[in-house]
């Protein structure tokens, strides 16, 4: 699979991280992705879960079939705290009907309402992506 920073034009990470944020946070779900294996299903979820002083971003994906592929979690805030600009990425493996945990960032209690997320989920023959809020 090509590299993080090839996959990503430039413009459109920094568009993404520029954005003003506001908005209150809720779960975003992706709905099922077209691929190119008839019957596939991939979804993926970034949760908010606050926790005292602070909010947990939770990255999770699920798949009917058995998949192997890379992903990138964005996530930004903008807050009287100041900016936050996280990426991560890695490899990830999702068994058949099961729900796995991809990522997990933390982030000060003053991102609420004040974040934007995006994770992007990428394999052979595929791709799909939800954000939060």
Same mark, same amino acid.
């Given at each position: 699979?090509?590299?993080?920073?090839? @996959?990503?034009?430039?413009?459109?990470?920094?568009?993404?991280?520029?954005?003003? +944020?506001?908005? @209150?946070?809720?779960?975003?779900?992706?709905?099922?992705?077209? @691929?190119?294996?008839?019957?596939?299903?991939?979804?993926?979820?970034?949760?908010?879960?606050?926790?005292?002083? +602070?909010v947990r971003l939770r990255a999770v994906a699920r798949s009917?079939?058995?998949?192997?592929?890379?992903?990138?979690? +964005?996530?930004s805030k903008r807050s009287e705290t100041g900016t936050t600009?996280?990426?991560?990425?890695?490899? +990830?493996?999702? @068994?058949?009907?099961?729900?796995?945990?991809?990522?997990?960032?933390?982030?000060?209690?003053?991102?609420?309402?004040?974040?934007?997320?995006?994770?992007?989920?990428?394999?052979?023959?595929?791709?799909?992506?939800?954000?939060?809020?």
């Amino acid at each position: 699979m090509p590299g993080i920073a090839s @996959t990503i034009p430039r413009s459109a990470s920094l568009a993404f991280l520029s954005l003003a +944020f506001g908005v @209150t946070a809720i779960p975003a779900r992706s709905a099922p992705l077209r @691929t190119t294996e008839p019957g596939m299903s991939v979804s993926c979820d970034i949760r908010a879960e606050p926790v005292p002083g +602070f909010v947990r971003l939770r990255a999770v994906a699920r798949s009917e079939n058995a998949l192997r592929g890379e992903y990138r979690l +964005f996530a930004s805030k903008r807050s009287e705290t100041g900016t936050t600009q996280n990426v991560q990425s890695g490899a +990830f493996f999702l @068994t058949p009907g099961a729900e796995e945990t991809l990522s997990i960032l933390t982030l000060d209690q003053s991102a609420r309402g004040h974040y934007e997320a995006r994770l992007i989920l990428e394999w052979e023959g595929g791709r799909t992506s939800c954000q939060s809020p």
